[in-house]
């Protein structure tokens, strides 16, 4: 590799991005696939 080619490389540390506030029961309740894939089936028409 050239030293141009590594000066001009655009690499860094991310900016650190805040995270929205989840409620926790929300956070920690179990989401089952059957039940998501059956509400889904309902809904369409």
Same mark, same amino acid.
């Given at each position: 590799?050239?030293?141009?080619?590594?000066?001009?490389?655009? =690499?860094?540390?991310?900016?650190?991005?805040?995270?929205?506030?989840?409620?926790?029961?929300?956070? =920690?309740?179990?989401?089952?696939?059957? =039940?998501?894939?059956?509400?889904?089936?309902?809904? =369409?028409?």
């Amino acid at each position: 590799m050239s030293p141009k080619q590594l000066a001009t490389s655009k =690499r860094k540390p991310k900016p650190l991005q805040a995270k929205g506030y989840v409620d926790g029961s929300i956070a =920690r309740s179990h989401v089952s696939t059957a =039940r998501v894939l059956k509400q889904a089936a309902l809904k =369409r028409p």
